[in-house]
């Protein structure tokens, strides 16, 4: 049997050594061997007693040329001794280093790290927390303002015939807010119309009154129901929508581009969404009405024993205009705050990739629970005025 060979990992040539001396004002830090990570590399320390002697040098520079071989290691002393010459607001020249050295060092002091990047141990106080979500509360809430006051302009100048956008933008978002949430509309609010006649059925049934099933689907999908759930598929729908298609031009400098061409982004970008939601919403509430019906009208004749024309004649003598017109004012009330939240948490996206999603969930949020104060708004207001 032959001997085996006995394998080393140890690294071969001289090791990393660092040696200082002061010429002048300058402290020269002479480098020379390996610097790469798996040899023991000199500690910053001794640059930093180096450059606490007296007097203090002005400046530091490096003498490389007995230099071999160097990897990251030399990097992060050298990311080290920056540090520490800033601190100690003493210069740092780096015309001795190698050419590559100098455009790494570059590159990795080029973008400061930013302040509270890193999430410290200990929590703040919980005063500290509220005044800070009250300042931020209030600086977006100047924000929306002057947002909403850019969308009124905007209008202005639409009115005066001044506004810059294109026809073909507001006719193919007309499509994709209106004929393309057909679908989603249908089915939602088809299955919304039964789940009311089932439990409407419930309770009626007690008192043999399921004919009043067609007056409870009717007046609640025909005032409330409808345009709410109209409200909440397009928010979820058309407003993410907004919100992602507006945040990635934001993020790929689109928005900047325009402004550089004298084109205003309210005009372009956010009055064809903006008019485009209003005018299909209240549509798309009637369809979403009618198709509640038809849901309720599913339960009445097949689990109720109804007749059509019963359930028919009885939904016409309830639902009246005035219930149809709070439900597609409604509607068109919904339409506004939808677009408006999604341009607006698009236009306020950031410039990453990760601000694109917290935009488009930002903008679902803020269209919904618009959605639900308008409603509890527009009730009140209805049952002061009597309607």
Do not use: H
Not at 16 to 39: C, F, H, I, P
């Amino acid at each position: 049997m032959g001997r085996k060979t006995k394998m080393t990992s140890e690294p071969k040539g001289p090791g990393a050594e660092l040696r200082s001396n002061r010429q002048g004002d300058a402290l020269v830090l002479t480098l020379s061997g390996d610097w790469k990570l798996s040899r023991d590399l000199p500690p910053v320390s001794r640059v930093e007693e180096g450059l606490k002697g007296a007097p203090s040098p002005a400046r530091v520079t490096f003498d490389t040329k007995g230099m071999s071989e160097f990897d990251s290691g030399l990097l992060l002393f050298l990311t080290n001794v920056t540090n520490v010459c800033s601190r100690m607001k003493i210069g740092m020249e780096k015309d001795g280093l190698p050419p590559g050295v100098q455009r790494l060092l570059a590159l990795a002091t080029a973008v400061p790290e930013r302040k509270g990047a890193r999430r410290e141990g200990k929590r703040a106080p919980f005063l500290t927390r509220v005044g800070d979500a009250a300042i931020g509360w209030w600086r977006s809430l100047g924000i929306t303002l002057e947002f909403l006051g850019e969308v009124t302009v905007s209008f202005g100048r639409m009115f005066r015939g001044k506004a810059r956008f294109r026809l073909p933008d507001l006719w193919l978002v007309m499509q994709e807010c209106g004929a393309q949430a057909l679908p989603i509309v249908s089915l939602i609010s088809l299955l919304v119309g039964l789940i009311l006649a089932f439990v409407g059925a419930i309770q009626l049934k007690m008192f043999g009154a399921q004919i009043y099933v067609a007056a409870l689907v009717g007046i609640a999908m025909v005032r409330a129901m409808g345009a709410i759930m109209a409200g909440i598929i397009m928010a979820g729908r058309t407003g993410a929508s907004f919100a992602a298609q507006i945040g990635t031009m934001q993020v790929n400098e689109e928005i900047d581009a325009l402004k550089t061409a004298g084109i205003p982004p309210m005009d372009f970008l956010v009055l064809p969404r903006v008019l485009a939601l209003t005018i299909m919403m209240p549509l798309l509430t009637l369809y979403a009405d009618l198709m509640g019906i038809l849901g309720g009208l599913i339960v009445g004749v097949m689990g109720l024993d109804l007749g059509v024309m019963e359930y028919y004649n009885m939904s016409k003598e309830t639902v009246n205009l005035t219930n149809i017109g709070i439900g597609i004012f409604s509607g068109f009330t919904f339409g506004i705050l939808i677009a408006l939240a999604g341009c607006l948490r698009g236009m306020q996206c950031g410039r990453s990739a990760s601000a694109v999603g917290d935009a488009t969930r930002s903008a679902v949020v803020t269209g919904i629970v618009s959605i639900i104060v308008a409603t509890a708004i527009i009730t009140v207001v209805c049952s002061i005025l009597g309607f």
